[in-house]
T-cell receptor
Framework: NAGVTQTPKFRILKIGQSMTLQCAQD?????MYWYRQDPGMGLKLIYY???????DKGEVPNGYNVSRSTTEDFPLRLELAAPSQTSVYFC???????????????FGPGTRLTVL | DQQVKQNSPSLSVQEGRISILNCDYT??????FLWYKKYPAEGPTFLIS?????DKNEDGRFTVFLNKSAKHLSLHIVPSQPGDSAVYFC????????????FGAGTRLTVKP
């Protein structure tokens, strides 16, 4: 099992550019999440999904979009990148909904994004 | 508004001794708490959890204590090993927003041989 994989590992964007951060899991988890972590701060939830075709906003969704066409993949789209989106992005998945028994999350290694 | 706080950015202990990592929260609706460990260039990995109906949960060398009245939890690692050196995140959620985990900023633990 590869677990949760994320690509790319690093990326530098110019202001106004767009990109998609890829996330895939091979554990057949229904629940998937995107977080960002800014320096000195905890992880903040951007979007989450409870299954293919179903997504919802987290704490900090502005400037991002997601889609979930398959159980395995949960890409995060940045439109019109801004310096405030400079962060480390983590994708995660879980067997049950996070925050309850069985909801322990498996995280990918992260994507470090810099917007200049 | 940081609802989960880890006030110690770093902690250094000697191998074999106890490590105690602390976490405070402000939202009285939180009822499930987890600790994650993170090595450099890797994602966080789950360590241990506790429900608000308990005040202690143990898993090998790791024990989490919950004090609901003080809105405080702590992670004890006994005995500490050099391989425990990592950043430890505390996280919490409320049953009303079970998907919405709130994370602390982390404490970097260094265990010296």
């Amino acid at each position: 099992n590869a677990g949760v994989t994320q690509t790319p590992k690093f990326r530098i964007l110019k202001i106004g550019q767009s990109m998609t951060l890829q996330c895939a899991q091979d554990m057949n988890h229904n629940y998937m999440y995107w977080y960002r972590q800014d320096p000195g701060m905890g992880l903040k939830l951007i979007y989450y999904s409870v299954g293919a075709g179903i997504t919802d906003k987290g704490e900090v969704p502005n400037g991002y979009n997601v889609s979930r066409s398959t159980t395995e993949d949960f890409p995060l789209r940045l439109e019109l990148a801004a310096p405030s989106q400079t962060s480390v992005y983590f994708c995660a998945s879980s067997w049950a909904l996070a925050g309850g028994k069985g909801g322990e999350q498996f995280f990918g290694p992260g994507t470090r994004l810099t917007v200049l | 508004d940081q609802q989960v706080k880890q006030n110690s950015p770093s902690l250094s202990v000697q191998e074999g001794r106890i490590s105690i990592l602390n976490c405070d929260y402000t939202n009285s609706m939180f009822d499930y708490f987890l600790w994650y460990k993170k090595y450099p260039a890797e994602g966080p990995t789950f360590l241990i959890s506790i429900s608000s109906i308990k005040d202690k949960n143990e898993d090998g060398r790791f024990t989490v204590f919950l004090n609901k009245s003080a809105k405080h939890l702590s992670l004890h690692i006994v005995p500490s090993q050099p391989g425990d050196s990592a950043v430890y995140f505390c996280a919490a959620s409320a049953v009303s927003a079970i998907y919405d985990m709130r994370f602390g900023a982390g404490t970097r633990l260094t265990v010296k041989p």
